[in-house]
């Protein structure tokens, strides 16, 4: 199994994003959330697809404690706490998560 399988196999939206903070898989579900087709959303930043904001207003991934960059600094779990999603069409409503830092598994020698 791929690692993109197992992000696309997961019933909850859910993002790969690498160590350049740049979304490297995506499920439907995600897609969905976030409005756009999934080959649109491949190769952006998190802080360019993730529409959630702190609940003093502030986005989630341009503030400087970053789940994903905290996830991935602390090489452990973050939780988002409870955050607001604004849909394509503006309107917010309540989300919660955690961000984990997970490593795809490395090529083998023969390259697979």
Do not use: K
């Not at 087709?37 to 991934?61: D, K, M, N, Q, Y």
Request: aromatic letters at 6%; one cysteine or more; proline letters at 11%.
């Amino acid at each position: 199994m791929e690692f993109a399988d197992l992000v696309h196999a997961t019933a909850d939206p859910a993002l790969a994003v690498g160590p350049d903070q740049r979304v490297i898989a995506a499920n439907p579900a995600a897609a969905r959330l976030i409005g756009e087709p999934i080959s649109e959303v491949i190769g952006r930043t998190c802080a360019e697809v993730v529409s959630a904001f702190h609940p003093g207003g502030e986005r989630l991934c341009s503030s400087t404690d970053c789940p994903v960059y905290q996830s991935m600094l602390r090489g452990e779990p973050v939780s988002l706490g409870w955050s607001d999603w604004a849909t394509p069409d503006g309107t917010l409503f309540p989300i919660t998560g955690t961000v984990l830092t997970a490593t795809p598994p490395a090529p083998a020698a023969d390259g697979r």
